[in-house]
């Protein structure tokens, strides 16, 4: 459906998206950009921290994977961010090629940036890299991508290969066996888990209490619009952290609501390089804060989770941007 859209729809929806994550109580959102052309207009179109990662993917790629590495360095490096950071995104492993995974790993090592990538979202990713066979492999095999790194799972894989790191963030987490999960917790890698979307698809039930109990940083993610059902009938569906927040809840009932808030402040915070700048009042931190009303007798982390995500004010670096209820 993309492949018909212009500049102008892409850099339209990417404003909208913005706009709907901002109007929900964002301050920062770590990004991962598809269409780098975007880059540095978009930045400008938002008062949100944008840490933007450029995503890579090798299947069908018209470009070697030093030449898109290269391209998406130099526009980082031509472009600098002004009000966020950057990173490389190889979009999944099944979907890039060893030798892509090992040029974006060395460019961000040697410009100390953070890596994001899609890990051990679905069964059939799990079937494909442990098994050798089911459908995944044998389309990604016709499209002529080499299959000689399966036979291990995708998070072995990726140690292998240097990838997991304190400065990776890993998306999606769902397939994981012990082995993986231990390999996750002694790189001190991150995982971002995405409700909506893992409702969606009907995955296998997220490893939370294996990964708290090895120590991991967790964060909760909105992922994509496109794996994302309405919050009630009639309404489009919307990129919207509360909404995350209480499919959260509603999987893990036992979990306690200022954990949960923590998912979506101080861990997201650590996630991205700033725990001791963003996701917590402390000093030196920057002043962003989101109001949202509750009862004054109320558990303000109880309140979290039942706020819709509508009318809340928003304050970053100490400035109002979205303001309905103050005025």
Same mark, same amino acid.
């Given at each position: 459906?993309?492949?018909?859209? *212009? ?26 950009e ?9 930045w ?10 450029? +995503? ?9 994977? #030093?030449?898109?590495?290269? +391209? ?13 950071g950057?990173?490389?995104? %190889?979009?999944? %492993?099944?979907?890039?090629?060893? $030798?892509? #995974? ?7 090592? +040697? ?5 994001? =990538?899609?890990?051990? $979202? ?5 079937? =494909? ?17 080499? =299959? ?19 400065? *990776? ?17 002694? *790189?001190k ?20 209490? +294996? ?25 489009? %569906?919307?990129l ?31 996630a ?20 949202? %009303? ?14 819709e ?5 928003? =304050?970053?670096?100490? #400035? ?8």
């Amino acid at each position: 459906l993309k492949a018909d859209w *212009t500049y102008s729809d892409y850099a339209n929806s990417w404003i909208a998206g913005a706009n709907q994550l901002l109007e929900s109580g964002c301050t920062t959102v770590a990004d991962i950009e598809c269409v780098p052309e975007l880059i540095p207009e978009v930045w400008r179109s938002t008062p949100m921290r944008v840490h933007t990662f450029h +995503e890579l993917i090798s299947v069908r790629g018209r470009q070697t994977p #030093r030449a898109q590495v290269a +391209e998406a360095v130099a526009n980082f490096t031509n472009n600098p961010n002004p009000n966020g950071g950057v990173g490389l995104s %190889p979009h999944a %492993p099944y979907s890039t090629s060893s $030798e892509l #995974r090992d040029e974006a790993t060395r460019a961000a090592n +040697e410009n100390s940036w953070c890596l994001c =990538m899609h890990i051990a $979202e679905s069964e059939a990713e799990d079937q =494909m890299f442990r098994n050798s066979s089911g459908e995944m492999f044998d389309w990604l095999a016709r499209n002529n991508r080499s =299959m000689a790194d399966c036979g291990q799972s995708p998070v072995k894989l990726l140690h292998k290969s240097g990838m997991l790191s304190d400065h *990776t963030i890993a998306v999606h987490c769902n397939e994981l066996d012990s082995e993986d999960i231990e390999l996750i917790a002694r *790189t001190k890698t991150h995982v971002v888990h995405c409700p909506q979307s893992h409702a969606y698809f009907g995955h296998n039930p997220f490893p939370l209490k +294996e990964l708290q109990n090895a120590g991991v940083n967790i964060s909760l993610g909105t992922d994509s619009l496109a794996s994302t059902k309405a919050p009630t009938s009639g309404l489009k %569906p919307r990129l919207n952290l509360f909404d995350e927040v209480k499919q959260f809840a509603k999987a893990n009932p036992n979990t306690p609501p200022q954990q949960i808030s923590e998912m979506v402040t101080i861990n997201s915070a650590t996630a991205l390089g700033h725990g001791d700048e963003l996701g917590q009042v402390v000093t030196n931190a920057h002043a962003d804060f989101i109001t949202i %009303p509750h009862s004054t007798n109320g558990d303000p982390y109880e309140a979290l989770l039942e706020h819709e995500g509508l009318g809340s004010s928003v =304050m970053i670096n100490g #400035r109002w941007i979205y303001a309905p209820l103050i005025g």
